[in-house]
């Protein structure tokens, strides 16, 4: 009744209770998402009827999740402005909070040719928001509240070069992975924080085992805009998310991903659907 309870709740507006317990809920966020989308599209196709200024009007979406919304912003550019391409792409199966210390730790690992075990200590310097996320989180006990850890995080792609699902399922409670994540810590840098939200600025101090400080730092992490996937890497996140736990082949996903990069010339799209 209690995990119903969670579960249940979570779904009213996507709530961040499930950190403090390991609790399921942030897989269940999009996945209810997607589910509710589809449930209105069925819906609808049957004339079942919904609120027609459910975004605007003076009971709708935007009067009851904000005191300052601006409508007019939904259709800023509308047909020409294409959000998509200012979508970021996750390159870390991890809180976003995590992901430009992570890229910065990689890039000093790879320039100085470091291993786990040459590697003393971590600061990572954050914005105040990474700060407020991921400091509760001191003990993980589950995969996903690992995921919020920027010291398991940060042990990942020291360990095993990347954070990915298939690491956090295998590695986050190892002894080594344990032992990395002790060796972190976070510091808030004025500059990060000043320019967080409209950049995710990365930065990091090494302390090597022979006592060297080496900085790194990460103006954009990757997988944002301005530092975006290329191609081969998003069609290898996909196939590798698709593997994980058996959803899909990788010939599956590879027949599929030829039909994505020529959607472009596709006539209709329910023809898609209804072959799928």
Request: aromatic share 6%.
């Amino acid at each position: 009744m209690l995990h119903a309870l969670g579960s249940a709740g979570t779904q009213s507006a996507g709530l961040w209770e499930f950190l403090r317990d390991g609790a399921d809920s942030k897989q269940l966020h999009p996945a209810h998402a997607a589910g509710a989308g589809l449930s209105a599209a069925y819906l609808a196709a049957e004339g079942f009827t919904g609120a027609q200024r459910i975004l605007v009007g003076a009971k709708g979406l935007a009067a009851g999740m904000s005191s300052d919304a601006d409508p007019a912003r939904l259709t800023d550019r509308l047909g020409s402005r294409w959000a998509t391409a200012e979508t970021s792409f996750k390159f870390h199966a991890a809180c976003r909070h995590t992901h430009p210390a992570a890229d910065a730790l990689l890039q000093v690992m790879q320039a100085h040719g470091l291993t786990a075990a040459d590697v003393a200590g971590v600061t990572a310097q954050v914005h105040q928001g990474a700060i407020d996320v991921l400091g509760p989180v001191v003990n993980p006990q589950t995969v996903h509240q690992s995921k919020f850890s920027m010291g398991t995080v940060l042990a990942m792609v020291a360990l095993h070069g990347r954070a990915g699902m298939a690491e956090f399922d295998a590695h986050f409670a190892d002894p080594a992975t344990r032992a990395f994540c002790a060796k972190v810590q976070m510091a808030l840098d004025t500059e990060v924080d000043g320019a967080y939200p409209t950049r995710w600025i990365g930065k990091v101090v090494v302390a090597t085992t022979d006592g060297r400080h080496l900085a790194g730092r990460v103006d954009e992490p990757k997988g944002d805009p301005g530092n975006t996937l290329s191609r081969a890497e998003l069609e290898d996140k996909a196939i590798r998310l698709a593997l994980y736990r058996g959803g899909a082949t990788e010939a599956e996903m590879r027949a599929l991903i030829s039909t994505v990069w020529g959607l472009t010339d596709a006539g209709v799209v329910p023809r898609l659907l209804a072959a799928a």
